[in-house]
């Protein structure tokens, strides 16, 4: 499985850390409840077929990366900086 | 149609021409009491407990596929006792007991093997984890035995003492560990529910949860719809999809698992050991194959099958523990999907749909836990309340925090195991 990083190119996964779904990236507001900040922390779809997830280039540029990735057939989908995700 | 040895030697004198099918294959009922998702170990068990303990028959279980083809068919079929955290100690040591009973329980051979687990440790920061870990074991009435190296050397005189990277410093031996013959298991309770009057349904995929009013009614499935009083979800890896037709949120994440195994060899490896220095575990099976496994290929999958890094990865610890497997020839790896939950621990509970329980979380290690998941889920769906040995098991626990069971001291998020 490759990763295309879109600063270093497609890089081996070995290379990268994987941090989750994708979802970590709406960070609730810190007055926003406990039912809130548990569905961000612990409850995760978790469904099977195209899934957004981070992942950290660790051993390459250290970017963060959102990655859609099929999970069912392990095709990588696409990825763009976690910088550059519009919330 | 019992077993015994006098039936084999009979059978044996006759052409085995007597033997019938393990299990009926009946047409769903358009209604049961219980109805549970999911065919694999831990649901036929919960199908067995149920009619054996107490008394309820008209229940059935679903299979999408075929019976025991997921987790139960796919691990290393260790099975220990050597958990340290209340709430995880006193059910695997449940789990263990019962276990030892299984094969008079179920009239069936599990080939449960208590061939001894050996948990090695390589500095002495790790020789005191296992001290206390032993310790605990030993305070919830299990065994635990800490070797030095020379004790290690004896039993496993095959491993690579002398590394410079490293040392073997010792092991945890717990006796009663070992292994059993996975798919046996997974026939054994199916056997025992189906006699008993379970209806076991194969090729019969859940298509959808039928909730009114805040009360489950049933579910619906390509055999067509099926009424039921209570509904239990003991889907594994697919938990997620499942809770998902009745509308909840599971905190699961499904990952990918790899396990490996040799051609077949003479015997070599008298007992399962685990390497302290790396994720790795290996035993030998009857047939004579190494068995064995190591860490999560690390991100979500759905796929069963997964990527050459870890199988590599894998490879490296084995030859640094026992430089002699390299004269082995690997002949098969496959993967199973894994219910990964934050704290490390499984979940056993109510959820807040009346009659709909949840039976998931296992990680990767639910094989260990078949009897005792099954024995204590039973509890739960014929009286509505925990088994005293799954109490902690909570489906709030992350959010309240309280009863997390934190086997790994790594926090409980998810991603961290």
């Not at chain 2, 099975?79 to 995880?88: E, F, K, L």
Request: with cysteine; net charge negative.
């Amino acid at each position: 499985m490759r990763l295309p990083c879109p600063i270093c190119g497609a890089r081996d996964h070995r290379e990268f850390y994987y941090q989750g779904a994708a979802v970590m990236l709406d960070r609730p507001e810190p007055d926003a409840g406990s039912d809130v900040w548990d569905e961000y922390l612990h409850l995760r779809p978790n469904v099977p077929g195209a899934h957004d997830e981070l992942w950290s280039h660790d051993a390459g540029c250290g970017a963060w990366l959102r990655v859609t990735r099929n999970t069912v057939t392990h095709e990588v989908i696409g990825a763009v900086l976690a910088s550059e995700v519009s919330r | 149609m019992r077993f015994s040895g006098l039936r084999v030697l009979k059978e044996g004198l006759t052409g085995n021409k007597g033997w019938e099918p393990h299990w009926r294959n009946p047409e769903p009922k358009p209604e049961y009491d219980i109805v549970l998702i999911g065919g694999g170990g831990h649901g036929l068990a919960t199908a067995h407990y149920l009619a054996k303990i107490h008394g309820l028959t008209n229940v059935a279980v679903l299979e999408k596929g075929y019976l025991g083809g997921g987790n139960v068919g796919r691990n290393t079929t260790i099975v220990r006792a050597n958990y340290m955290m209340p709430g995880n100690s006193e059910f695997y040591s449940h789990s263990l007991k019962l276990w030892e009973g299984l094969e008079e329980d179920l009239n069936y051979n599990v080939m449960h093997s208590q061939r001894g687990l050996i948990n090695l440790f390589h500095s002495d920061g790790q020789r005191d984890a296992f001290a206390r870990r032993g310790n605990r074991m030993i305070a919830q009435g299990d065994d635990a035995e800490l070797l030095d190296t020379a004790g290690v050397r004896k039993l496993l005189p095959y491993l690579d003492y002398d590394q410079t990277r490293f040392p073997i410093y010792g092991g945890l031996y717990h006796k009663r560990g070992g292994t059993a013959r996975h798919d046996a298991v997974a026939w054994g309770f199916a056997r025992s529910a189906s006699d008993r009057g379970v209806d076991l349904i194969q090729q019969c995929e859940v298509t959808g949860i039928d909730v009114e009013g805040g009360v489950v009614k049933g579910v619906q499935t390509t055999r067509g719809p099926i009424r039921a009083k209570k509904v239990g979800m003991v889907a594994a890896g697919r938990s997620g999809q499942v809770a998902a037709m009745a509308g909840l949120t599971l905190p699961i994440e499904s990952h990918v698992l790899q396990a490996f195994v040799t051609e077949g060899l003479k015997p070599c490896i008298d007992h399962v050991i685990s390497y302290g220095m790396g994720h790795f575990y290996i035993s030998q099976s009857d047939k004579g194959g190494l068995v064995f496994g190591g860490d999560l290929d690390m991100y979500s999958s759905y796929a069963a099958r997964g990527n050459l890094p870890l199988a590599e990865h894998v490879a490296e610890a084995a030859m640094t523990l026992m430089p002699m497997i390299g004269h082995a020839r690997m002949l098969r790896s496959w993967a199973g999907i894994m219910d990964m939950s934050p704290d490390g621990s499984f979940i056993m509970d109510k959820t807040d749909i009346d009659g709909l329980f949840v039976n998931t979380g296992w990680c990767y290690g639910g094989f260990k836990a078949t009897p005792a998941s099954g024995h204590t889920f039973a509890h739960l769906l014929a009286t509505g309340n925990p088994h005293p040995t799954t109490a902690q098991h909570r489906l709030d626990r992350f959010r309240t925090g309280v009863g997390i069971m934190d086997e790994e001291a790594t926090g409980s998020q998810h991603n961290l195991h």
